[in-house]
């Protein structure tokens, strides 16, 4: 059974940082692209971050800068660091696993207060 959970969420202040962190189960995690990606009230859910198993990064412009995605493969995990938080970075953010099926987490609430 493949299990993504995510932790680590939660409110700051604007400028505030915040670490989130996915522990996975049940795949090949040395094998899988691992990414973050967020939904906020009203819009569509949208890539924060990705990092395949080669370690190659990718992100979206509204975060590059700031935000920061690494995996450790031999605890199953990835993290993202997000710093200068902005009240637009408010959303629920969901841990993605792909391999030949794509997997998600429950997501975790981050909130930015102005």
């Known amino acids: 059974q493949v299990q993504l959970v995510e932790s680590g969420g939660g409110l700051v202040q604007d400028g505030g940082s915040l670490r989130l962190s996915c522990a996975a189960s049940g795949i090949i995690f040395n094998i899988a692209t691992m990414g973050w990606y967020r939904q906020a009230p009203g819009r569509q859910r949208e890539l924060v971050a990705t990092i395949t198993s080669g370690g190659s990064t990718n992100y979206a412009d509204s975060v590059k800068g700031r935000f920061t995605i690494s995996r450790d493969n031999a605890k199953k995990m990835v993290s993202l660091q997000m710093n200068s938080l902005k009240p637009e970075d408010t959303a629920v953010y969901y841990c993605?696993?792909?391999?030949?099926?794509?997997?998600w987490g429950q997501g975790t609430q981050v909130t930015v207060s102005s």
């Open positions: 993605n696993a792909q391999l030949s099926y794509e997997y």
